[in-house]
């Protein structure tokens, strides 16, 4: 191993697991094993049950791990704007400025320089969706640096120009998905005959990571933020589940079909539900290596002994639960709860359990405070997780849902189904409970968060006075989010998520 390097301040990693939702993590109460060196690393780290995200899907969660604001905060949301302003007071601006070389690393194609999400990093690179698979294999197909794949820039390109074919092939695909399995096993297979039975998605993260700490000058600390997005749908046929011909023609007929769910055209069965999750699993399963490779890339550059990492996820993944389907819309545990683990430089409370409610938005003070970073004043509030493990925190934590991000969405919906799915609502934790707050209809919902996780006893009628600070704080920001600017998406930014087509 190379000499240790790097100056007195240690290096940071911030390795977020895309879809990860806490159940099915190691510390979780369902969790998938075995994961053997992430249940290593989360002997070494201090270990937060309690966490919860600030939103539903990724592109508001990541600006909230930036910047340390909420969505109603920073106005990243499909009822505000989708584009983080440039500020000088985001993570990768200020570490920089202490000295740190930056660096961005997303499997996720959203946490690009389109939505204003790698502000601030020396070098930044982003997953685009064919070439995640069939691409370059160590090399990242889009970024600021100038060796991004001429093809992932015509795919790019091509996608931004023909959005709603893009958008209609990821909706046929995710009702076909034995054709889109089939397709995406025989492109890797000639692609990548040496990848072996499992097409990973992304193979270029690891190289990548490797290749830039290496480069980073020995004399200065890294920052890398790396995002996974191996538990994202849709789910190929893993081998591990899908073992004999009739369990892949179960497979064969279950649509992955986001658009089919929120129109209400498909209704996912029980038998459908547990094989999607379990094929999750297998994606959550997987991860540890990945993890492992990330990890990996800091030892081999003699960096990890002084290396800081938080490792959570963006918000989690419903597999019916509340009628829920993946991170389409909602604010339900399955959804809210990610993992949350920080295993410091110097191994200090190592194994610990910090047992008080902590959100996304402490990831951006955490990371400072480690950094000698004096953070910024915050109207959020973000505290630290390094003073939240023996003291619980005084105040709430919240997030939100902002209802249906696409209007072809909203257009293909009847009005019933519209209304019953495309909410805004907000939740609260405190304490023992959790609120959630409808500002449009008004109302308001109570539950035990620990004891009833399923979110099955709403206890509004019989706790609703205890909790009267709680529903003030969500109906304080049900209203500052109502009136909010209207929805100006950017024309260009509408069209990145489109062509996205969540797949
Ligand atoms: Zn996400």
Redesign the pocket.
């Known amino acids: 191993m190379a000499a240790p390097s790097g100056s007195e301040k240690p290096n940071l990693l911030l390795l977020v697991l895309?879809?990860v939702r806490a159940w099915d993590f190691p510390g979780g109460s369902s969790a998938v094993g075995p994961m053997p060196f992430t249940e290593r690393l989360l002997r070494d780290s201090v270990y937060f049950p309690n966490a919860a995200s600030v939103a539903h899907?990724?592109v508001p969660?990541h600006a909230s791990m930036f910047t340390g604001l909420y969505p109603w905060e920073h106005g990243v949301h499909a009822k505000g704007l989708l584009k983080l302003a440039e500020s000088g007071e985001g993570l990768g601006p200020l570490l920089r400025g202490a000295g740190y070389t930056t660096l961005s690393i997303s499997a996720?194609g959203l946490i690009s320089s389109d939505l204003g999400l790698v502000h601030g990093m020396d070098r930044s690179a982003w997953g685009v969706s064919l070439f995640n698979r069939i691409g370059v294999a160590d090399q990242p197909p889009q970024g600021s640096e100038t060796e991004a794949h001429r093809l992932a820039t015509a795919e790019n390109t091509l996608r931004k120009r023909l959005a709603s074919i893009s958008y209609w092939t990821a909706y046929g695909l995710a009702r076909a998905p034995a054709m889109w399995d089939f397709a995406t096993r025989l492109a890797m297979r000639i692609r990548h005959p040496s990848f072996g039975a499992r097409p990973r998605l992304a193979h270029w993260v690891e190289p990548t990571a490797a290749r830039w700490i290496r480069e980073a000058p020995r004399d200065r600390p890294v920052y890398c933020f790396v995002n996974l997005l191996d538990a994202h749908e849709p789910y190929l046929a893993e081998p591990d589940v899908v073992r004999t011909l009739r369990a892949w023609w179960s497979y064969a007929r279950t649509r992955q079909d986001r658009l089919g769910w929120v129109s209400g055209a498909w209704k996912p069965t029980d038998p459908e539900l547990v094989l999607l999750h379990e094929l999750y699993r297998t994606m959550v399963r997987s991860l540890d290596q990945r993890i492992e490779g990330i990890v990996r890339a800091f030892q081999d550059s003699g960096r990890w002994e002084n290396t800081t990492m938080i490792l959570t996820g963006?918000?989690g993944q419903a597999f019916g639960e509340h009628d829920a389907m993946f991170h389409i819309v909602g604010v339900d545990e399955p959804e809210l709860r990610v993992p949350m683990y920080v295993r410091y430089a110097d191994r200090r409370d190592a194994g610990k359990v910090g047992h008080s409610w902590v959100s996304l938005i402490d990831v951006y003070p955490t990371l400072l405070r480690e950094a000698g970073v004096v953070p910024p004043e915050r109207p959020s509030h973000p505290i630290p997780l390094q003073d939240l493990l023996e003291t619980p925190r005084a105040e709430p934590v919240f997030a939100m849902s902002d209802g249906l991000v696409h209007d072809a969405d909203r257009q293909r919906t009847a009005t019933a189904r519209r209304e019953a799915i495309d909410r805004l609502l907000v939740a609260g934790y405190d304490g023992e409970f959790k609120v959630i707050h409808d500002p449009v209809r008004g109302d308001l919902r109570a539950f035990h968060a620990h004891d009833d996780p399923a979110e099955a006893h709403d206890l509004w009628s019989s706790k609703g006075p205890e909790l009267a600070p709680l529903a003030e704080g969500v109906r304080e920001i049900g209203r500052r989010i109502l009136a909010g600017p209207a929805s100006a998406v950017p024309t260009d930014v509408e069209d990145r998520l489109r062509s996205w087509g969540y797949i």
């Open positions: 895309d879809c899907w990724t969660s996720n963006d918000h």
